[in-house]
């Protein structure tokens, strides 16, 4: 089985801010005695009830307002991803509004996330970078196989590069440009190999001197 998320607009592994009939849910307390309260008006059938019933449509973040890339992770027959947004509230620490757990790192045969001080995300809200931020990125397989690693989704980042790079190759691809990882990997958990680089275009411009 796997296990999706979602926080504040966004979701990795298809997660969404609806859970279907029969699935769990899992929700991070911030504060100790808390209670999640779920009035009726939460209880939908279609998205497009909340139309209907005139429901507080400011509550519903649209994805088309975030900075992130989506990077995928896929074999012959499954695929997974993680999600690193950018925003400038954002820090390195989890920040509750942004960020969301990598819940497993076994769940299904595949698995995808992204490392920032030893806390493992399934979706990672980091701030804008000023020059460059690098996140490595650990994956999990059930079997050893040929594997594709790439960006299924780069959103509002046209100031900025995004590259992937494999330190067991020391190759590194543009992600922008459609390129992808085509490898092979065994069984297990894989870290460190897989670097995720985004790196801010505007800074280090050299200086234009024209003449008088």
């Known amino acids: 089985d796997k296990v999706a ?6 979701g990795s592994d298809g ?3 609806f859970i279907p009939p029969l699935q769990g849910f899992f929700v991070q307390a911030n504060a100790s005695n808390g209670r999640v309260m779920m009035p009726p008006g ?5 998205f497009d009830q909340l139309r209907y019933k005139k429901a507080d449509e400011s509550s519903l973040i649209s994805s088309d307002t975030i900075s992130y890339v989506r990077v995928k992770l896929e074999n012959s027959i499954d695929s997974t991803d993680l999600v690193v947004r950018f925003n400038k509230k954002a820090s390195f620490a989890f920040d509750p509004a942004l960020d969301a757990y990598e819940f497993s ?3 299904g045969d595949l698995n995808v996330w992204s490392t920032i001080n030893e806390i493992n995300y399934s979706i990672n809200g980091v701030p804008f970078p000023e020059s460059k931020i690098e996140i490595p990125l650990g994956i999990n397989l059930v ?6 690693l790439s960006a299924s989704e780069i959103r509002l980042l046209d100031n900025y590069s995004v590259t ?3 330190t067991k190759t020391n190759t590194t691809i543009d992600l922008k440009k459609g390129e992808k990882f085509n490898f092979n990997a065994d ?4 870290e460190n190999r897989f670097i995720l680089s985004i790196a801010n275009l505007t800074t280090d411009i050299p200086e234009i001197n024209s003449p008088e």
Do not use: E, M, Q, W
Not at 187 to 190: E, V
């Open 5 to 10: 998320s979602y926080v504040s607009g966004i």
């Open 15 to 17: 997660g969404t801010g």
């Open 42 to 46: 939460t209880r939908v059938h279609k």
């Open 105 to 107: 790192k076994i769940s």
């Open 143 to 148: 079997k050893d196989g040929a594997l594709i």
């Open 164 to 166: 992937l790079k494999d």
């Open 187 to 190: 069984a297990g958990i894989t």
